[in-house]
């Protein structure tokens, strides 16, 4: 499966964006998608991740309340709609498939490749 990130650029704090990962070569119906980050110098953390069949969310403490995850059947698309965003929230974000919907890295395997979002203050 292939995976395309899309949707980051630059915010004023308070703004929102919405980020898309566009899968193909492959139904994203058996995979679980997660959400990650990574700012300059930091590691790639947990941000979101969502059971493609079921529906069923998962969200890092960091932007619960604020970020939500969602799919289209259809598009075989998983959406990050990003709410009252912070400076803090900067980073490339990239999505990612993984057999179990969960927060660690390692159970992810197929990489999108990355999208800049920039929240200035």
């Known amino acids: 499966v292939q995976l395309q990130a899309s949707g980051g650029g630059l915010v004023q704090a308070g703004g929102s964006l919405r980020l898309s990962c566009k899968a193909s070569?492959?139904?994203?119906?058996?995979?679980?998608v997660g959400w990650f980050r990574q700012a300059p110098g930091k590691d790639r953390d947990f941000v979101a991740a969502?059971?493609?069949?079921?529906?069923?969310?998962l969200y890092a403490d960091s932007v619960k309340g604020r970020f939500a995850i969602s799919r289209d059947n259809t598009k075989n698309t998983v959406y990050l709609q990003m709410y009252r965003l912070k400076p803090e929230d900067t980073a490339v974000y990239y999505c990612?498939?993984?057999?179990?919907?969960?927060?660690?890295?390692?159970?992810?395997?197929?990489w999108g490749q990355g999208t800049q979002v920039t929240v200035s203050s």
């Open positions: 990612a498939t993984s057999s179990i919907r969960g927060s660690n890295i390692h159970n992810y395997d197929h």
């Open positions: 070569g492959r139904t994203l119906a058996d995979y679980a």
């Open positions: 969502i059971s493609f069949r079921s529906g069923n969310m």
